[in-house]
């Protein structure tokens, strides 16, 4: 079977939402959506499979976490769904109640972490033509992956 660009792995890759996108103020959740239902459709590109709704410090993971679902229930809940609204009404009743201060906190501290030295290394691997032109080590995870799927050109504060 041959894929148009926009079937490509490429294109799936580019058509996610960004991490920095938010829903209902939570940031990381419009992705994790996306990649949940590419996943179920088999179209999710298999280097987001080996990483999809692991623990922390995968992004998936870090806010599974933080609101205290089980990703086996989010995920029968996005399937279940084609309404983001819901699953977000969803999480609210769910989860753990998180002020819109605890989501800010979230996302600086996302956006704001220090890089352990494996971290760094798993970086280099995972993101090599970004590594090669910038220092991944300062970059945010949100940096990383707009970087990677041509949202972004330079980093944040690199240009």
């Known amino acids: 079977m041959v894929m148009t660009q926009d079937e490509s792995a490429d ?7 960004s991490p920095r996108e938010v829903l209902g103020g939570f940031p ?3 992705r994790l959506i996306d990649k949940i239902r590419l ?6 590109p298999p280097a987001y499979v080996a990483n999809l709704m ?4 995968f992004l998936d993971g870090r806010f599974l976490d933080f609101v205290g679902i089980p990703a086996r229930e989010l995920e029968e ?3 279940s769904s084609n309404d983001d609204e ?9 989860g ?12 600086f501290s996302i956006e704001h972490a220090p890089v352990a030295p494996d971290r760094l290394a798993h970086r280099i691997r ?27 050109l330079v980093p944040a504060g690199r240009g």
């Open 86 to 94: 819901n699953i977000l009404d969803w999480i609210r009743r769910r």
């Open 54 to 57: 692991k623990p922390p410090p």
């Open 28 to 30: 990381i959740l419009p």
């Open 96 to 107: 753990i109640p998180r002020s819109s201060g605890e989501i800010g906190e979230l996302r």
């Open 77 to 79: 809940v996005v399937l």
């Open 126 to 152: 995972s993101y090599p033509e970004v590594a090669a032109r910038f220092d991944v080590g300062r970059m945010s995870p949100f940096d990383l992956i707009d970087l990677d799927e041509g949202r972004i």
């Open 39 to 44: 996943h179920a459709a088999g179209r999710l």
């Open 11 to 17: 294109g799936i890759r580019r058509s996610l939402r």
